[in-house]
């Protein structure tokens, strides 16, 4: 199995700055988006804090077994890419602590930040925050990824409706971020790709604005994946979203 990749990312209509980072590295069968949060430049520092902190910790692991030392307690129940980027967003989150006690400009900051990292036919997916990562299968779309929002919460627990979280003046508030905290909670899965499958990961630019429907046409309308990662951030834009817009399209191909 192989897996052709492209990615976008535009600051939106109302930002003079981009706190959205990603990082695609076809050699380590990893993809990160982050979206960063914090004044003045903080977001951005935060998500390029995170970014180069799990792609770090993948390039030291690329040859791992259980039995070596890891930074953190080996999780049996999980496989070795589950721990290789539970532990990447461990040492991420220490490295945006880290930097947040170097300098009073940065405390606060944090970021969300999903990644997955595919070996053979498998995907592993972790996420902290409300970037997500989707599925095109079959020509269904799925999302993967559960927010860690507010409003997530309120449509679990059934006083919110999806279109009225869509509108909400709290929808932009997360639940869980890499923030620097020494109780990060990281949420893992895996699952199998075939070919034919479509994977975006993207920050919230891009959902905010733009319907599970729409992505999903989106997916499938271009063969190119240039043309689906700037579709979807125009898209994002022509809706006039004030967000920043980043996303990442794989695309599985057997062989």
């Given at each position: 199995?192989?897996?052709s990749?492209?990615?976008?990312t535009?600051?939106g ?11 695609v590295r076809d ?27 799990i ?5 030291a692991t690329?040859?791992?077994?259980p ?5 953190i307690?080996?999780n ?11 532990a990447g967003?461990?040492?991420?989150d220490?490295?945006i602590?880290a930097e947040?006690a ?9 970021t ?10 498998v995907?592993t ?16 779309l799925?999302q993967?990824?559960r ?5 997530e919460e309120?449509?679990r ?5 999806e279109?009225a979280a ?5 929808r932009?508030?997360v639940?869980r971020?890499?923030s620097g905290?020494e109780?990060l ?7 199998s ?12 630019g891009v959902?905010a ?12 309308q271009?063969a190119?994946?240039d043309?689906?990662?700037h ?6 834009n022509d809706?006039g979203?004030p967000d920043?817009?980043t996303a990442?399209?794989l ?5």
């Open positions: 199995m192989r897996v990749f492209a990615s976008a535009d600051k209509l109302r930002r003079s700055t981009n706190e959205d980072n990603l990082a050699d380590l069968g990893l993809f990160v988006v982050a979206d960063g949060m914090g004044g003045h430049a903080a977001g951005e520092v935060a998500s390029q804090a995170a970014i180069e902190g792609v770090a910790f993948a390039e690329v040859s791992v077994s039995d070596q030392t890891w930074p307690p080996f049996p129940n999980q496989s070795v890419n589950a721990n290789r980027l539970d967003f461990r040492m991420a220490r490295r602590a947040a170097a300098s009073a400009e940065l405390r606060g900051m944090a969300t930040a999903v990644a997955a990292l595919i070996t053979d036919s995907v997916l972790a996420h902290v925050g409300d970037s997500r990562v989707y599925r095109l299968h079959q020509g269904q799925e993967l990824t927010d860690h929002s507010w409003v309120q449509i627990a059934g006083t919110l409706t279109s869509r509108a909400h003046p709290w932009n508030i639940t971020a890499l905290s109780e909670e990281v949420d893992i899965r895996e699952l790709l075939e070919p034919g499958d479509r994977l975006l990961l993207c920050s919230d959902f604005v733009l319907t599970d429907d729409q992505i999903g046409e989106v997916l499938q271009h190119d994946l043309a689906v990662c579709a979807l951030i125009k898209g994002a809706g979203g920043n817009v990442v399209v695309e599985v191909h057997a062989g």
